[in-house]
């Protein structure tokens, strides 16, 4: 009989106004979920070893097998900043950071493929693979201070202010730290039945990491198991490449009537042009280990 799953959440946030339009938000946001439902293989062999894996499956009659059952858990702790600036003087942003870490032993209901020893779930517990550890947002509106109505401007004829006066710019500017990454093996070094399995770590992948389309990590890091062994590397160990954009919206005003206007309006994604790359190769049997193709 499968146990009831449950979750918990909780937060803790301080609010300070700095000025009259702009207060600084800290928090802390946490969650948990336990006995959560997960499928994974049920019938591999029990233990690694040579020879014919079949005696040492829990069920000798039948082969692979895959089973849910309410076995899974996940952590979820974050620190979470934001400045906000109410418009005034042309100009309103808010400009959020989240520092975040998820640990789990499986992250989607059918995610197999973290699962490398059903009788030892602890081996698995690691990084969600949605873990993205760290977000920045910076969102804006500036009214350029030109025109009739601003800062500069306030006294040029209509001809003038229909080109030059009346335009503001806003945007959201994002970075986003790497999707995590998992290194894996897809033959069955530990002879138990499983396709995939772990390598092994002999250093820190993210170190001295080359971040090139041929080697995005350090692929020297990691070593074949011993035979009849399972591998000692963390699920989703590396990263891949930062998301890093910019959208920018340039827009003119043109004023009709008191109560109409025009509006010209220009919008630019990703106006840099900035590369991010897609995820570097993870099996370590692959040629393209470690290369993003």
């Known amino acids: 009989e499968n146990p009831s799953p449950y979750s918990s959440q909780w937060n803790f946030f301080i609010q300070r106004q700095l000025e009259d339009d702009l207060t600084l938000d800290i928090g802390y946001v946490g969650s948990a979920s336990r006995k959560q439902i997960g499928y994974s293989p049920i019938n591999t062999a029990l233990t690694p070893g040579p020879g014919d894996l079949q005696p040492r499956r829990l069920l000798t009659s039948f082969g692979d097998l895959d089973g849910g059952s309410n076995q899974y858990s996940g952590e979820y702790n974050a620190l979470q900043a934001k400045l906000s600036k109410r418009f005034s003087q042309g100009l309103q942003f808010n400009f959020n950071y989240t520092y975040q870490k998820s640990l789990d032993n499986q992250s989607s209901l059918a995610e197999s493929n973290k699962t490398q020893d059903p009788f030892n779930r602890r081996s698995d517990w690691s990084r969600s693979s949605w873990d993205i550890n760290h977000v920045v947002v910076f969102s804006y509106v500036y009214e350029l201070p030109f025109g009739r109505g601003r800062q500069f401007g306030g006294s040029w004829n209509r001809a003038v202010d229909a080109i030059a006066g009346g335009w503001s710019v806003e945007g959201i500017t994002r970075f986003d730290s790497g999707p995590p990454i998992m290194v894996f093996t897809n033959q069955d070094i530990a002879n138990t039945g499983r396709k995939t399995q772990r390598v092994n770590a002999i250093s820190d992948p993210n170190e001295n990491a080359p971040n090139t389309a041929d080697e995005f990590f350090n692929t020297s890091a990691f070593v074949r198991p011993e035979p009849f062994t399972f591998g000692n590397a963390s699920p989703f160990i590396t ?27 220009g919008e630019f994604f990703n106006i840099g042009n900035t590369v991010s790359f897609s995820d570097p190769q993870g099996n370590f049997n692959n040629n393209a280990f470690g290369r993003v193709s």
């Open 239 to 265: 990263n891949a490449d930062n998301i890093v954009s910019f959208d920018v919206a340039l827009q003119k005003r043109f004023v009709i009537h008191e109560q109409h206007a025009f509006e010209l309006r």
